[in-house]
């Protein structure tokens, strides 16, 4: 569909024309975007999703159409002129990372536009609804994050203004919190702040003194503190607070939730009232922050689970045990592999065929390793595939030496079983997973703890179990096929655990589980593998890097420090990674994202040590004695 940009009009127009079918107004908007649907609407004007036509991949991004509630010609000269100044400071505020990127800005039929990058992820507000109240771990995080980019924005002399969980996105492809809508709202004029007190801050999350016409820069650090109380309660900042007493009460609201007395005492400086008695500046809170993260929650490098010993000092694994003399009996199963259509119908039930080993973890739990076959590849997501980035580029030829592959994600009842294995550098948690089922996925696990897991799992069978490199994941999951995911063009969620309030091309929406579910629920691949898209996303033993300019073509882990496209010394090469703290790469999506996070080429990261209940992993093992 495309959607009419005249705000007298807004009719749906089939994809196709050049003309709304109800006004005639022109749909192109700047001979260049094409608008699919409204996002969000207010006194400044609307927002919607688009498509960049001028680009191969079509890639979506977000208009913002401007149209001040403003009366008379003085008072809307002054509303374009302020929406100029706040297009040039969006130009400098975009190169921040977590930040949208402006890609656009211009009048035309006598309306303004802002177009930005589209941030694709849920808000905060979302993530509530959908996962329940934050705890304490997760508000420290939140502020960590997001304060270093407000500093950004402060340093530039902007102040946000309408920071709150709906401005707020957890970006998909990295985890990582964008601050989302900064132009309209201060493109409204000085006279009409008295009666538009929404267009510049919610009101729920509006400090005091922005609500009577003068924000400052600890304005924004209320409402950010707002933020966290609504987090931590699920309930509105109304009920939070006491107008008669002139007091917060959102403790009274925490149902059990324990937040500590450090962290408290930020939040309640944070929410004061009265200017003089807040935080004055973002260096302040974040100074607070880490000395209360210090005595609370230590973070030597790299930073345990809390509860949990860490590394110490410069780690260095094991030797590699020496290889079992007694060959491992190769059975075969068979299963179904299954073709969807484009529009999500099953079309077609090959039955399959595979190879595996059995490893006996002991109390009747095993691991099924299968055997995945050499051959060539093209890695990465060409430039019409819908909801690639950047990041899957240049495709290219990849060749991959035999190896084996778990058939399932780790298993809460494997990675029991692997804890009682000796220690090799950390503790685990034995219970670490949120949603608790011996036959569901192991989640909660930092890259650290799936190191840790390899490492016992090898010493303990004599065999080199590891984290399969990025090209590994990639060449398994696909099975010989170049569709986005391997049951074809698209996929539902009959098939996969995925935010089912997302769709892919032609295909229906579907559940949303919020939740993981059993290893058996999915179909297998051609290779025999389950599990391949959504659950949790999985850790690959590689850094990240931005594209894949420079990458190895022989399926080794990708560590510039080794990089001559030779099979690196697997154990010489971890050891190297565990000590340099850099981000490492996810695969397969999961069951909170959206569907295009769990195409075949799609890329996640995470720094070494954030452990979320979207995390998980599966074990790969060498076949050659090299990686």
């Known amino acids: 569909m495309i959607q009419c940009l005249n705000p007298d009009c807004l009719h749906g127009n089939p994809d196709g024309g050049q003309f709304c079918q109800k006004c005639g107004g022109k749909l192109r908007l700047a001979e260049r975007y094409w608008a699919r649907r409204i996002l969000g609407q207010g006194g400044f ?59 656009a800005y211009f009048t035309t039929d006598n309306r303004q536009y802002l177009v930005q990058e589209f941030i694709d992820g849920e808000t905060l507000q979302q993530e509530l609804e959908n996962n329940g109240a934050f705890t304490e771990k997760q508000i420290r995080e939140l502020l960590r994050d997001l304060l270093t980019v407000l500093k950004f924005v ?45 267009i510049i801050g919610s009101a729920e999350y509006c400090a005091p003194e922005q609500a009577m016409g003068k924000p400052r820069f600890a304005s924004d650090l209320y409402s950010l503190g707002v933020t966290c109380l609504h987090l931590l309660t699920q309930m509105s900042p109304f009920n939070l607070y006491d107008p008669v007493e002139g007091e917060w009460i959102w403790r009274d609201g925490l149902n059990g939730n324990a937040i500590g007395d450090e962290l408290g005492q930020i939040l309640d400086r944070l929410v004061a009232t009265t200017p003089k008695k807040r ?30 010993k860490s590394f110490r000092g410069k780690t260095k694994l094991p030797p590699p045990p020496p290889p079992s003399s007694i060959k491992p009996k190769i059975h075969t199963f068979e299963f179904d592999v299954v073709k969807l259509n484009s529009t999500g119908r099953e079309i077609g039930r090959d039955r399959g065929k595979a190879e595996f080993i059995i490893e006996s973890l002991g109390n009747g739990v095993i691991l099924e390793m299968v055997l995945i076959p050499g051959g060539s590849f093209t890695m990465g997501s060409p430039a019409h595939e819908e909801g690639r980035s950047n990041d899957e ?3 290219r030829q990849v060749t991959i030496q035999p190896f084996l592959i778990a058939k399932y994600p780790i298993t809460q009842a494997q990675w029991q079983r692997v804890v009682n294995f000796p220690r090799i550098q950390r503790d685990l948690d034995p219970d670490l997973s949120r949603f608790q089922g ?15 897991f390899c490492a016992r799992l090898s010493q303990k069978t004599r065999k080199l179990y590891r984290l399969p490199s990025e090209a590994e994941w990639e060449y398994a999951a696909r099975a010989g096929t170049t569709t986005p995911f391997h049951l074809g063009e698209t996929i539902t969620t009959n098939f996969a655990n995925y935010n089912g309030n997302s769709s892919y091309g032609y295909g229906p929406k579907g ?52 990089n001559d496209n030779r099979y690196q010394n697997y154990v010489d090469n971890i050891a190297n990674l565990l000590n340099d703290g850099r981000r490492r790469v996810e695969r397969g999506g999961s069951w909170r994202y ?19 209940s979207v995390l998980g992993f599966r074990v790969a093992c060498t076949l050659s004695g090299r990686l």
């Open 45 to 103: 004007g609307r927002t919607f999703l688009a498509v960049d036509d001028f680009k191969p991949s079509k890639p979506p991004c977000v208009i913002k159409q401007f149209l001040p509630q403003a009366q008379g010609t003085g008072n809307l000269d002054k509303a374009a002129e302020l929406f100029d100044q706040e297009a040039r400071r969006l130009e400098e505020l975009g190169k921040h990372p977590q930040i949208p990127e402006l890609l």
């Open 154 to 198: 402060h340093d530039r002399n902007v102040i946000h203004r309408d920071i709150k969980p709906e401005n707020i996105i957890r970006r998909e492809s990295d985890n990582r919190l964008v601050l989302v809508d900064f132009g309209a709202a201060k493109a409204v004029p000085k006279i009409q702040r008295s009666v538009t007190g929404t």
């Open 279 to 308: 935080y004055q500046s973002v260096s302040e809170v974040l100074g607070e922050l880490k000395i209360s993260s210090k005595r609370n929650f230590p973070l030597p490098p790299p930073p345990p689970r809390p509860g949990l």
């Open 393 to 395: 580029s240049p495709q």
């Open 438 to 452: 011996s036959d569901r996925p192991a989640e909660r696990v930092s890259w650290y703890d799936a190191v840790e």
């Open 511 to 562: 559940v949303h589980r919020k939740q993981t579910t059993p290893i058996n629920f999915q179909h297998a691949n051609a290779f025999g593998l389950f599990d391949i898209h959504g659950n949790v996303w999985e850790w690959c033993a590689d850094p990240w890097h931005n594209s894949y300019l420079d990458a190895p073509s022989d399926g080794s882990v990708w560590d510039e420090k080794n």
């Open 594 to 612: 959206h569907v295009a996070g769990c195409r075949c080429a799609s890329r996640g990261r995470g720094f070494p040590i954030d452990w979320h």
